[in-house]
């Protein structure tokens, strides 16, 4: 394998959406970085932009130029040594805007798909639609002579499929990124059996270069990420729905969204998490994880009802929370939604009501900000389990059996063979899912 | 430099060094520009001193307002400070971060020529306009231009860096590091005191701890970290400079004012390196002039202020003075002698690494700080002032070592 031999040609499909974009950038650092070698002197080095909405790709490109510049700006110390040679550029701000123009004309952006017909590398980040991404591959694997990678982004469609359906003969893995992917430092890495091994040994360099931290995941459907956030989801919402003999939905929503923030002292409650990734999104993840689940269900029908009430989350081109099952301000939960009346009721209205309902939250229990900033965070959280065990709060109960079944799910992964070790598991948590403790452990179950 | 005729600085004016560490400071939101700062500063003094009327001229010194703020002629600012100084003649000085005491080296020859009875002097910079990998093109200006695409991203803490280097061989690594932690230390423990300082709320626990994180060559320099280097700051200080007559046209009693008794002003060829990267020798032979012509040797010194842009170049610092034979500066810094309750209590409101760095208004922040601790009037910050050592000392350089004013300072009688 030569590595930068490979990286001469990329094409990065859907590279206008929040994933792609993310790909992008981090390709063109990366390609960056080795275009400056001075052994690839003289090497051309080209990386196609391709997604269906040519306004999207000028906007595209606006967002790619100022992240590079903030790049630039964190970098000045090695730009200056790596342009030295440059008597014309002085000045930091000469060193800048020079690299920054290099990366970017690296890029070219495009609307069509025969851009990536002379590619070596592609990078795929469409919408996650198995049929779709075929077509794509095959398209592209039949008109370039190359014989290309495919790393597909896909967080849940089965890889050997994919390979099958588009006749790739093992020219694909599974490179999943994390939202917004150059931010996360995951990346889960899913070979198949018919990769080859230089293909495979590229991926990792790849990753590694890229900054990341990898973690394998076998080919099943969802992987380590969604196996987990998808399973853990569902309980929320069939928590909620348990609820509802005590309270009304919209109440019982609120409860567990709290229980799963502050109580599991997790970034985010449930219910804000599937609207972070939206409501179209997680419903559409189980769907495709579903037909390969051998015993159990990965179906939701409130998540059905909601999004065809038109409720669906998701983000904002600037990132902020576009409203979903809960109503956003400033990035901030103040109501939620109710299927039965069809409109968003105030948190203010019922929250201490429910507030009390759940109990005070015992004294060892941690915000996630802090407790994530903490070394001895799994102790920690270790000693709020311990209260919750000891407290007789609905909260404190909630919160205990809510951890135990996300221990289990992570358990169940690794004996579904999706992913190798706990640690694995625990890995994607903490650093996809920015957990504060590891999911997979001792203390919940004692 | 002796003065052939009594000279005073009366009634004192600090901003606040605002940048990062103050609690109000948000770089995302817009701030006051270089106006607001010369205003404040300029109406503070005008205010102890009498008001306008008083005032023959005024002297403004200010580094590179013409690139942070894209704004030159900032002489002809004095009036919007107060209407009564329109048509006054009004200038405005430059020397790099000397250039604070380069305007009070021109309000000094302004009285002593007679020109003037009353000099408002005011040092102003506003350096938050733009990011520091940015200011650092800025303030490079302070060296040579032609040697600038040799010098690294961070110019300035490069060449400090340097001399960190040089100095470590000669006195040793370790040592000089925790010399350079415990000069943090103490500038940071003194800003504490100083509610205009720009680390008044820091709340760091262990600072020598924060002072000896390693440096990383990889994004900033070799062998200096951020805790070593001054703040980027915006602010402004303002001070009166008057002769006898000027300080009862303001009726302003000597027990309210210091006298200027010694003035050291150097310059040296900014297109050679220095000789020795381990001295200071501007600053030695601006500060030799000034206590020389004050008739005083260091141990009559009360207190210094002096020009720590880096922790290295606080410790040559008190050597070039003449508190520490060479070499011995990081012993004297380890043994507590500048601290607050030392033999010589040095930046005693955190100097440039705790109070800020607003270059151009250093120079005038400096005379200000020993004006507050020679009256009294120094609030939390005050030391003690023994009655026969009466004499303060500000050493402000521009530049690496190239242009320096050194002035003595006394209780005035």
């Known amino acids: ?446 | 430099m002796k003065p052939h005729r009594k000279i005073y600085m009366i009634a004192g004016y600090n901003t606040v060094s605002m940048g990062t560490g103050r609690k109000e400071f948000n770089p995302k939101k817009e701030r006051p520009g270089i106006e607001h700062y010369l205003k404040e500063a300029g109406q503070g003094t005008l205010m102890q001193m009498g008001g306008a009327s008083h005032v023959d001229e005024g002297v403004v010194g200010n580094f590179m307002s013409a690139r942070f703020n894209k704004q030159a002629h900032l002489g002809a600012f004095l009036g919007m400070i107060d209407p009564g100084l329109r048509l006054k003649p009004a200038i405005s000085v430059e020397g790099a971060c000397a250039s604070g005491g380069l305007a009070l080296v021109t309000g000094i020859k302004s009285v002593l020529s007679g020109s003037a009875e009353v000099v408002l002097t005011i040092g102003v910079e506003v350096q938050n306009t733009v990011k520091a990998i940015y200011g650092a093109d800025i303030l490079a200006g302070a060296g040579w231009f032609q040697r600038r695409k040799e010098g690294q991203a961070y110019f300035f803490p490069g060449q400090f860096s340097d001399r960190a280097g040089a100095y470590f061989e000669k006195a040793g690594r370790d040592k000089s590091r925790k010399a350079f932690a415990r000069w943090y230390k103490n500038a940071i423990e003194n800003a504490r005191l100083c509610p205009t300082a720009q680390e008044f709320d820091n709340n760091v626990e262990d600072l020598e701890k924060q002072g000896l994180t390693e440096p990383n060559p990889g994004s900033f320099t070799e062998h200096l970290n951020v805790f070593d280097c001054s703040k980027v700051s915006d602010g402004a200080s303002s001070i009166a400079i008057v002769s006898e007559e000027g300080l009862k046209r303001c009726s302003i009693s000597k027990v309210e004012a210091v006298e200027v008794v010694g003035i050291g002003h150097a310059a040296d060829d900014l297109t050679a390196l220095p000789d020795d990267l381990t001295r200071l020798s501007t600053v030695a032979f601006a500060v030799k002039q000034a206590l020389d012509s004050a008739g005083i040797s260091p141990n009559d010194l009360a207190t210094i202020e002096t020009h720590d842009c880096f922790t290295i170049a606080g410790i040559l610092g008190v050597e070039a003075i003449g508190l520490a034979p060479e070499g011995k500066g990081a012993d004297f810094v380890l043994e507590g002698h500048t601290a607050r309750d030392g033999k010589i209590p040095i930046n005693t409101t955190g100097g440039l690494i705790g109070w800020g760095h607003p270059t151009g208004a250093t120079g005038v922040h400096q005379a200000v700080t020993i004006w507050e601790q020679l009256t009294g009037k120094a609030g939390a910050s005050q030391i003690n002032i023994p009655n026969d050592r009466p004499y303060g000392l500000t050493v402000n350089m521009g530049g690496d070592d190239r242009t320096v004013v050194a002035i003595v300072f006394k209780k005035a009688e």
């Open chain 1, 1 to 446: 394998m030569n590595y930068s031999e490979k990286l001469n040609r990329i094409s990065v499909l859907g590279a206008a959406g929040k994933m792609g974009s993310g790909i992008l950038l981090l390709s063109a650092l990366e390609v960056a970085d080795q275009m400056m070698k001075p052994e690839n002197k003289g090497q051309n080095f080209v990386l196609n932009a391709i997604d269906v909405s040519s306004a999207a790709l000028s906007d595209l490109m606006v967002y790619i130029k100022e992240q590079v510049l903030k790049v630039a700006e964190k970098r000045t110390v090695q730009l200056r040594r790596l342009y030295a040679h440059r008597t014309d550029l002085i000045e930091n701000r000469d060193v800048i805007d020079a690299w920054v123009a290099d990366v970017m004309s690296l890029i070219r952006p495009g609307t069509r798909i025969e851009a990536a017909y002379d590619s070596t590398l592609i990078f795929e980040a469409v919408s996650e639609n198995a049929e779709l991404k075929t077509n794509l591959f095959r398209q592209i694997n039949q008109n370039n002579p190359n014989q290309p990678w495919f790393f597909t982004n896909t967080s849940s469609v089965p890889i050997g499929g994919l390979n099958e359906s588009a006749r790739l003969d093992g020219r694909i893995l599974g490179f999943h990124f994390y939202n917004p992917p150059a931010v996360q430092k995951l990346v889960e890495l899913i070979a198949i059996p018919e990769n080859s091994a230089d293909m495979n040994e590229f991926a990792l360099l790849l990753a590694k270069n890229m900054r990341k931290v990898v973690v394998p995941s076998n080919d099943i459907a969802g992987f380590i990420g969604n196996g987990h956030f998808m399973r853990d989801a569902l309980y929320g919402i069939n928590e909620a729905l348990r609820l509802k003999n005590e309270m009304p939905l919209h109440e019982a929503i609120y409860c567990i969204n709290r229980v799963s923030q502050d109580f599991l002292m997790r970034p985010m409650g449930i219910f804000q998490l599937i609207d972070y990734v939206g409501v179209d999104v997680v419903r559409f993840i189980m769907k495709v994880m579903d037909p390969y689940m051998t015993d159990e269900t990965l179906h939701s029908t409130m998540l059905d009802d909601l999004f065809t009430k038109g409720v669906k989350g998701g983000q904002f081109a600037n990132g902020s929370q576009k409203d979903g099952i809960l109503k956003y301000e400033k990035g901030r939960p103040v109501a939620v939604y109710s299927l039965e009346k069809g409109e968003y009721i105030d948190f203010s209205g019922f929250a201490e009501k429910a507030d009390e309902w759940l109990g005070e939250l015992p004294a060892a229990t941690i915000s996630w900000k802090n407790l994530v900033k903490s070394p001895e965070r799994e102790q920690l959280a270790a000693k709020a389990f311990e209260d919750y065990r000891k407290s007789e709060t609905k909260g404190a109960t909630l919160a205990l059996a809510y951890a135990q079944r996300s221990r289990q799910i992570g358990l169940k992964l690794v004996s579904d063979g999706v992913a190798r070790s706990n640690k694995d598991v625990n890995t994607v948590m903490l650093t996809g899912f920015f957990h504060a403790w590891s999911p997979v452990n001792e203390f919940v179950v004692k």
